[in-house]
């Protein structure tokens, strides 16, 4: 309540009233979504991101993975910007390749997870009953594992490498989203346009598609955003254990757990890979936050 | 409330059923038999394989499988380790403490951090204070717990050589592994006592007790903080859940004995009975941990009915 209220009075001070022409839903969170600082900057950071991974040949001229035994544990230097690692690689070229590969793992996690989650969320929110019943008792079990536990029993199932990690980490997080698909199904699906559309005898698809999952979408989309950071961190963890990419691939997560044997010598080996992965999923959340903060219905002003 | 009690704990029991039938499933989703990893690299003839499966049960129909392992856990027998051929129970008892420790000593941390940073930011809501606090909660949130462990280690071992980085016993080798993750776990709790203690501040009864005339202290400590806190109860049990998980990543890094430690090493070493025992062990802790927080919820908030 108070947020809400804070934040007129603040707005209020600064801005200058909200037109009153009527905008859609999409369109006015839009517009919030631009007036926030914070998701402004996680955009261009992500944007910054997504460029450095689609043209990492480009950006550097070393090779990722190629040794190169006389470089090795160089600090960094004009020559090796952030040091060379046990190997001799050029760890900035390793980042920079690294950044296909976490957002990678961030996108593919997360469309398992929406594919399974949403689906199970529609079928739960949408029919109840029994299918709610069985689907919501399938999503307690998942969650009875804490944490990180149910990827990690994944993992140990399909063995350990980069694309088995997605998949583990993927349906790790779908019963996240099976939740808040189903709460918002149940909020419109008693709606008088789902209603109309039954009466004028559309199949049960074409509502589930569409009708019911375009006026979920707000909180599915916040969901999936904050999920990409979630996935990335999820995935990035997996590969640190020893239980994702396997070496030589440039993954950060693998990369600070090669370099922490290294501390004492070479802190540059785990501290820039480390920097990189905080940037990116502080990027996202900063995005996942800002719409959020758009979307929410309640910080909407009527 | 004993009734209550009663039946959260049955309405738990399909669950955690559930929850044994997939962990005994694992075992036989796993490429490879069980049988051959046993006997490790020794050249293992067909009839010593076969032998092992006749005594690990192996050769019996999956349900029948199922119920002799059930039977065996009712009454503590989670099976022997393939590396080790100890029972698993004993590896597991041994190796808890560890965990707890420093499971409690993060949540310590991590509830008091979040809930003055959260309370913080909300009285100093829209300034710099409050700006600074989020900031901090965000990275906080954006940070993977590996690293987060490995930043303290290089600050506080490596660098200035306060704590020891590795090893467990005594309080000097608990404190890093529990603040990498208690700092994380606050920071998710400070961000949702802010917006709830937003919430509480701005509803009609703060108001009466402001216009009565109480100290902003007193509102705010006796009258907004009791009900701020109130939703923060629920997520207290789904942090657990993650400091738990997290445990295996500060377990590794530190080399602590502990669950976590254990739960990554028997994934490596293809050890699936320990790795079946503890997701089991681990997933009926956070369940009970689950129904505790409900419990202690309802205790809390006399608005919810207890039956």
């Known amino acids: 309540m108070t947020n809400r209220t804070l934040a007129q009075q603040t707005d209020a001070g600064k801005a200058p009233p909200t037109p009153l022409r009527s905008r859609s839903l999409w369109g006015d969170s839009l517009y919030r979504l631009t007036r926030n600082p914070g998701a402004g900057v996680g955009l261009i950071l992500l944007v910054l991101l997504i460029l450095a991974a689609i043209f990492a040949p480009q950006i550097t001229r070393f090779d990722p993975v190629l040794l190169a035994p006389r470089d090795r544990l160089q600090p960094p230097s004009l020559e090796y910007w952030f040091g060379t690692d046990m190997f001799g690689r050029d760890i900035f070229t390793r980042v920079v390749f690294g950044t296909r590969i ?39 079990v998942m969650l009875a594992f804490p944490g990180i536990l149910l990827a990690l029993v994944i993992v140990a199932v399909l063995g350990p490498d980069l694309l088995n990690a997605m998949i583990a980490v993927g349906i790790s997080a779908a019963p996240t989203y099976a939740r808040v698909t189903r709460g918002a199904v149940l909020q419109i699906k008693s709606s008088l346009f789902i209603e109309a559309a039954t ?73 820039f890979p480390g920097l990189a992965i905080m940037a990116t999923v502080l990027a996202i959340n900063l995005v996942g936050d800002g719409l959020r903060d758009a979307l929410d219905p309640r910080m909407r002003k009527s | 409330m004993l009734r209550y009690i009663g039946n959260r704990l049955l309405a738990s029991i399909p669950t955690v059923l559930l929850v044994t039938v997939l962990v005994f499933l694992i075992l036989h989703l796993i490429p490879g038999d069980p049988a051959e990893i046993f006997l490790g690299d020794s050249r293992s003839t067909p009839e010593m ?12 129909p999956l349900h029948i499988q199922y119920l002799s392992y059930m039977g065996g856990v009712l009454q503590g027998d989670f099976g022997r380790s393939l590396n080790t051929n100890r029972p698993v129970l004993d590896e597991i008892v041994g190796r808890f403490p560890a965990t707890l420790e420093l499971t409690l000593a993060a949540m310590l941390i991590g509830t008091v951090l979040g809930t003055v940073l959260g309370i913080v930011s909300a009285l100093f809501h829209n300034t710099w204070i409050d700006s ?49 993750l208690g700092l994380i776990s606050s920071s998710t709790l400070a961000r949702l006592v802010r917006s ?4 509480v501040l701005g509803q ?104």
Request: aromatic share 8%; charged share 15%.
């Open chain 2, 196 to 199: 709830s203690m937003l919430e």
């Open chain 2, 49 to 60: 394989l076969a032998q092992v499966r006749t005594e690990m049960g192996l050769d019996r």
């Open chain 2, 204 to 307: 009609d009864f703060v108001r009466t007790a402001r216009a009565k005339g109480l100290t902003e202290r007193v509102v705010v400590l006796r009258h907004a903080l009791k009900n701020a806190l109130i939703p923060t109860i629920t997520v207290l049990g789904l942090q657990f859940g993650q400091l738990l998980g997290g445990a295996v990543i500060t377990e590794t890094i530190f080399a602590r004995r502990g669950l976590g430690r254990l739960y990554v090493e028997s994934i490596l070493n293809k050890d699936f009975t320990m790795v079946q025992a503890l997701t089991l062990f681990l997933a009926i802790a956070y369940v009970l941990i689950n129904l505790l927080v409900d419990v202690a919820y309802a205790a809390v908030d006399p608005r919810i009915a207890y039956d």
């Open chain 1, 102 to 140: 976490s957002l990678l793992v961030g996108v593919v996690s997360v469309v398992i997870a929406t594919l399974l989650g949403v689906s199970m969320g529609l079928i739960a929110g949408y029919f109840g009953g029994l299918a709610d019943a069985l689907v919501m008792r399938a999503v307690d």
């Open chain 1, 199 to 271: 009466v004028i005898g559309a199949s049960t698809w074409r509502i589930m598609l569409r009708h019911l999952l375009p006026n979920i979408l707000g909180p599915i989309v916040v969901v999936v955003t904050l999920g990409v950071a979630g996935a990335i961190i999820a995935g990035a963890s997996l590969s640190f254990l020893g239980l994702g990419a396997r070496p030589p691939t440039p993954e950060w997560g693998l990369m600070l757990s090669e370099g922490r044997n290294f501390l004492r010598q070479a802190w540059w080996i785990s501290t």
């Open chain 2, 132 to 180: 600074a606090a989020m900031a901090l909660a965000l990275l906080g949130v954006s940070m993977p717990i590996f690293w987060m462990s490995l930043l303290l280690i290089f600050v506080f071992s490596v660098w200035l050589n306060w704590f020891p980085a590795i090893g467990e016993g005594g309080l000097e080798r608990l404190v890093l592994p529990a603040f990498a």
